[in-house]
């Protein structure tokens, strides 16, 4: 077998495969030097740390994940499920909308909602001054477990919502016209054809909440919720404990990595022969008088909830601190926070194209299991990647000591731990999986035959691309690099950790007025990341639909 296995990769070696497994074993590097440090040697604070701090951080943690999770479910599947299946007024104004929330990093909304409700916010001055209302503080409380769980489902729902409709659209239309045809009710429909069928969606869409949850620090530490994410703070910064801050995000990963063994498995066990299909759309059925009002109204309550309201409260206060705040400075943290964003996005779509065509060209065991490993990036927490490559580059610099005193840089001097470069080299290795996945998907959708066609008329691999894959993939490519746009764009913990001195983007200038309790003072940053953020939701959507057409 290992001799076949070994045939056939000299076969097929290229200069694409060999770049495809450097690049794989780059983005994989951080995440061995974490797991690596559980095996190290314990910091001074370890024994402290395993006794008081992980088993209340590790338990919120996962009531955190199970409230949001389930919450997340509820919302998304229930919205999905009226999208797709049901004609009712507003219905394609809503299938948009419905997506936006995304554009909102959940730290912007939490530190929106939490001024809001407070004593001194919004609501509250409202109730009382325009309708002489006194409101009972306890129903206001949102820094609070409960309304850390509102902010995540309430702006992470769209990831089951858009995964879970796609798929009912694309693949559930005979189950669900043969179960009308039975004579079942729509409530029957849905809990016995919709669910079970679309539970892969759903699992996966779940996962990618949980896993922002896990990776979150903004909303946690705003709202004073004990999360794995803020005990590695801790440690790393209170405690100035590294080692320790180590194998904390050692042993978060080892949770990760159980939570994603088990959403494939999940997921690879929930297949079933969609050939009966047959491509056919699924056929909405019309919504009339009570039934279209209440759907409307369920979708108008969340898009107000989950984009109107805080948007319209940021440009609120936007006009107030407006000419407070806006100096020369932020024309360098909107160029700073683009052309970071930007340099990554550029590195992660060109390695992705190059894994995804080197997947096309060998796929085995080997190369379908390193392709599982690099979507093993997305579900590492940032503040967990952070401590990954920063160990590396510590390491690379003093490997090459020597190097920079020939330079004449100075030994032992940090040159590598201070650059862009660690910073762009961590969204790459983090944000690698979003552009290849919409990339794999582009190839799986292509197919394989025009490739193969160029290879017997002589052409090589790199002609191939260029003169056939690339004028296919060019909407797959682009979808990607928007989506991974805009994650790095939102990626607080990863630029807050590993950013030079004095590099300022908007995400962490938010954040600095946000712990300086400046909250209205965040508007105008807050306001121009969810600029970017919509700008790209609406780019996508708008390469979606014509994809379709």
Not at 193 to 216: H, K
Not at 254 to 259: E, M, Q
Not at 293 to 318: K, N, Y
Not at 365 to 387: D, N, Q
Request: charged share 15%; net charge positive.
């Amino acid at each position: 077998m290992f001799l076949s296995l070994l045939q056939g990769f000299r076969q097929r070696w290229n200069g694409w495969i060999a770049i495809s497994g450097i690049g794989a074993l780059a983005a994989l590097l951080p995440s061995l030097y974490i797991l690596a440090g559980l095996w190290g040697e314990a910091g001074e604070n370890w024994t402290h740390i395993r006794t008081y701090i992980l088993p209340s951080h590790l338990m919120e943690s996962l009531q955190l994940v199970f409230g949001t999770v389930a919450a997340s479910v509820a919302i998304g599947v229930s919205l999905a499920w009226l999208v797709a299946a049901y004609d009712f007024p507003l219905r394609r104004m809503f299938s948009a909308l419905l997506v936006l929330p995304l554009a909102i990093p959940p730290y912007i909304a939490a530190y929106t909602y939490g001024d809001m409700l407070s004593y001194t916010g919004t609501v509250q001055k409202l109730l009382r001054n325009g309708l002489g209302l006194t409101p009972n503080q306890r129903y206001f409380d949102i820094m609070s477990m409960q309304g850390a769980v509102f902010i995540f489902a309430m702006f992470l729902f769209p990831y089951v919502y858009l995964m879970t409709k796609s798929f009912l659209e694309r693949h559930s239309a005979a189950y669900i016209e043969n179960a009308r045809l039975l004579g079942h009710r729509p409530l029957s429909v849905f809990l016995r054809v919709v669910l079970p069928l679309s539970q892969g969606a759903i699992v996966g869409g779940a996962s990618l909440v949980a896993f922002e949850v896990l990776g979150d620090y903004g909303v946690a530490k705003h709202f004073g919720i004990q999360t794995f994410t803020v005990a590695i703070f801790k440690t790393w910064f209170g405690m100035y404990d590294l080692e320790s801050a180590i194998r904390l995000a050692g042993a978060l990963m080892g949770v990760l990595i159980g939570i994603f063994v088990i959403e494939r498995l999940l997921r690879s066990r929930k297949r079933f022969n969609a050939s009966v299909s047959g491509g056919a759309v699924l056929k909405r059925k019309r919504l009339r008088g009570i039934p279209a009002a209440l759907t409307v109204g369920f979708c108008s309550i969340v898009v107000l909830l989950s984009f109107i309201i805080p948007v319209a409260q940021l440009t609120v206060w936007a006009t107030w601190t407006y000419d407070d705040i806006w100096n020369d400075r932020f024309p360098t943290m909107i160029r700073n926070t683009v052309s970071v964003s930007a340099a990554a996005v550029c590195i992660i779509m060109l390695m992705s194209v190059i894994a995804a065509n080197s997947l096309r060209m060998w796929r085995s065991g080997f190369t379908l299991a390193g392709s599982k490993l690099l979507l093993m990036g997305y579900s590492i927490p940032g503040a967990v990647m952070a401590i990954g490559v920063l160990a590396l580059f510590l390491s690379l610099d003093q490997a090459l000591s020597g190097l920079y005193g020939m330079m004449g840089l100075g030994e032992g001097k940090l040159v590598l731990s201070m650059s862009l470069a660690m910073l762009v080299f961590a969204f790459v290795a983090r944000f690698l999986s979003v552009g290849f996945n919409a990339v794999d998907a582009g190839y799986d959708r292509i197919g394989t035959k025009y490739a193969e066609a160029s290879r017997l008329l002589g052409y090589g691999a790199t002609s191939t691309f260029f003169r056939i894959d690339w004028p296919l993939l060019k909407g797959s490519i682009l979808t990607g690099a928007i989506m991974t746009f805009m994650e790095v764009v939102k990626e607080l913990p990863l630029t807050l950790l590993l950013r030079p001195f004095n590099f300022d983007t908007l995400a962490t200038k938010a954040y600095q007025y946000a712990s300086d309790e400046q909250i209205h003072q965040a508007s105008l940053p807050s306001l121009l990341i969810i600029t970017l953020g919509v700008a790209s939701v609406c780019l996508y959507h708008f390469i979606g639909r014509g994809e379709k057409a």
